[in-house]
């Protein structure tokens, strides 16, 4: 079975700060890993995804993430935050050979000016 | 690339009547859909996974009857609630999966929230 923790259910920034939202996962198998963002009343927007190769990933709008298998984690990080920033954040696993996305519980990212 | 459009965006209706959900990918054909549900402050829930040209796959516990889930295309699925009740009020999301380029990742339509009275 697989499985996602977000262990943060809220996460407050300064703009400007770095930024970190943790994410670990469980899988039996090699891993396909995602994060989306959700603004208020959307639908989930992509951000980047871990296939195979690299362990960081660098995706939309300036964030990136790293894959660190002895740990099971792909934490999402980014630089300087932005107050834009600010929404809820899904980290989500797929197991190779499993066809469906299995999300965490969310982290709201909101980034103070 | 990879867009995925919902319509309606937004939906009330009667209870007892019944809501037909509309998802498309509207730059790359989806082999597989799928469709969620989502309560407020929660995650996504999965209620189905449906393959161009046969029948869905449903999650345990989502009423196959009440959510009929058709995907007759490529780039078309459907989700209609029949006999909606308050209940079902809420946002339900599709999800799309791509043949070829954008494989391994789902992309996800706006959402469309609909409210039963």
């Known amino acids: 079975a697989q499985s996602v923790a977000q262990p943060e259910d809220q996460v407050n920034v300064a703009e400007g700060n770095p930024l970190t939202v943790k994410c670990t996962y469980s899988v039996s198998g090699n891993p396909y890993l995602f994060w989306y963002v959700q603004y208020p009343n959307r639908g989930l927007q992509f951000l980047l995804k871990?296939?195979?190769?690299?362990?960081l990933v660098k995706g939309s709008y300036g964030f990136e993430a790293e894959f660190n298998k002895s740990q099971t984690s792909f934490h999402l990080k980014k630089p300087s935050a932005l107050v834009s920033d600010s929404a809820l954040y899904f980290c989500a696993v797929r197991e190779r050979g499993n066809e469906k996305l299995t999300f965490g519980t969310g982290t709201r990212l909101t980034i103070i000016p | 690339g990879a867009v995925v459009s919902q319509h309606p965006s937004w939906v009330i209706c009667k209870s007892g009547t019944s809501v037909k959900i509309e998802c498309r990918s509207l730059d790359f054909q989806a082999t597989t859909m799928f469709w969620y549900r989502q309560f407020p402050k929660q995650s996504l829930m999965l209620m189905a996974t449906?393959?161009?040209?046969?029948?869905?796959?449903?999650e345990q516990g989502v009423e196959k009857d009440k959510f009929l889930i058709n995907h007759a295309s490529l780039t078309l699925s459907t989700l209609t609630v029949t006999s909606a009740h308050p209940e079902d009020s809420s946002f339900y999301i599709c999800?799309?999966?791509?043949?070829?380029?954008?494989?391994?990742?789902?992309?996800f339509g706006p959402g469309t929230r609909l409210l039963v009275l």
């Open positions: 999800s799309a999966r791509s043949l070829a380029g954008y494989q391994e990742t789902q992309y």
């Open positions: 449906s393959n161009e040209g046969s029948k869905a796959t449903y």
């Open positions: 871990y296939i195979t190769g690299d362990n």
